[in-house]
């Protein structure tokens, strides 16, 4: 089996080569083993690094041929950085990991998740066992965020983060998903096929900064709410149909006190209304937004189904229902 590490690389000068060497003794590790081919390689790939990170890469790429690089024009952010390197070692790999740059995800969890894919998983998901590590202000942060991605509907593996193994097919159908907002912690679940779960712990990062900083972190999950669900329009027309309810027991409510004589002149027709539009203004931005958030699920040109066995049908599961 051909295994390919992919890891992306922004402004990491400080750990690459520690990162280099120890991916690198990894591979050889499981290549004496026996578990995975000789050609198996490790490919860095550095998303507009303004630093050395890229004379780096290719420095160590001409001293061993276990490393491959690939350079992207500019920073696209860490979701594209691994998309574009999961999708150049696709067709040359039989399964490829994703890891981040800072040594923060465990390499030794590689092992059982190789062991994983020889049992038959076709997609490996690195799952933290703890959170100890973490300072307590990620930690309440991560955890909110993978409620609320539930509770918006959106289908991910809690504490999953970007280390998994992902094989060949997988990854054949991943690719025939085009969105440009990519999330590919919600996408990868809808690939669907048999999958597995390898716990490890998360130490801290290697050397260098974070590079997602608190502004980076909402607005990744603000991505990742946005682009996988329209439950907030669901919301939005829920909530002025509440309203609108509303607005009829205010109705009740002003005319009884109409009726029963200690009101203001012209309050009633005032608040009635008040209620009353504002609920239908919502509810029918509300129709409108189920209309755009129809649009929008048809924009992705998600494949309808993605095949897993045939039988008797020719080439096992290469096609994608778009
Ligand atoms: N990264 C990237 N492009 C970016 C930001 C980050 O390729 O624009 C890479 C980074 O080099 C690292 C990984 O994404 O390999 C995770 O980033 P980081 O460790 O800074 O995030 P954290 O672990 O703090 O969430
Ligand atoms: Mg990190």
């Not at 950085?81 to 999961?86: D, I, N, S, V, W």
């Not at 955890?143 to 991605?149: E, K, V």
């Not at 809690?158 to 085009?178: G, I």
Request: proline share 2%; aromatic share 10%; charged share 25%.
């Amino acid at each position: 089996m051909k295994l390919y590490l992919v890891i992306p690389c922004y402004n990491e000068e400080e750990v690459l080569s520690e990162t280099a060497k120890r991916t690198r003794e990894k591979l050889l590790g499981l290549i004496a083993e026996g578990k995975i081919s000789d050609e198996s390689r490790i490919c860095f790939v550095d998303d507009g690094s303004k630093d050395k990170t890229w004379e780096l890469i290719d420095s160590l790429c001409t001293a061993d041929n276990i490393y491959c690089g690939l350079k992207l024009s500019r920073n696209k952010g860490h979701q594209n950085a691994l998309l574009a390197g999961l999708m150049s070692v696709k067709d040359h790999c039989d399964a490829a990991i994703s890891l981040d740059a800072d040594l923060q995800d465990d390499i030794d969890a590689i092992d059982a998740m190789v062991d994983k894919y020889h049992d038959g998983c076709e997609v490996v998901y690195g799952v933290r066992c703890s959170r100890k590590t973490d300072k307590i202000f990620k930690r309440t942060t991560a955890r909110a965020f993978y409620r609320l991605m539930r509770a918006m509907g959106v289908e991910t593996v809690y504490d999953h983060a970007d280390y998994r193994l992902m094989s060949r097919r997988a990854l054949e159908a991943l690719a025939s998903f085009d969105e440009v907002n990519l999330f590919l912690r919600g996408l990868v679940p809808l690939v669907g096929f048999r999958s597995g779960v390898v716990e490890y712990e998360r130490n801290k990062r290697f050397a260098g900064k974070s590079k997602y900083p608190l502004k980076k972190m909402f607005s990744f999950a603000f991505e990742g709410i946005t682009s996988m669900s329209i439950k907030p329009i669901r919301l939005i027309s829920a909530l002025g149909f509440l309203i609108f309810i509303a607005s009829i027991g205010m109705l009740i409510y002003s005319l009884v006190r109409h009726f029963t004589g200690n009101t203001v002149e012209g309050w009633t027709s005032i608040v009635v209304s008040v209620w009353a539009v504002g609920g239908l203004q919502l509810l029918a931005i509300g129709v409108i937004g189920e209309y755009i958030g129809k649009i929008y699920l048809e924009t992705k040109h998600r494949p309808k189904y993605i095949i897993d066995t045939k039988l008797n049908l020719g080439e096992n599961g290469d096609e994608n229902g778009k």
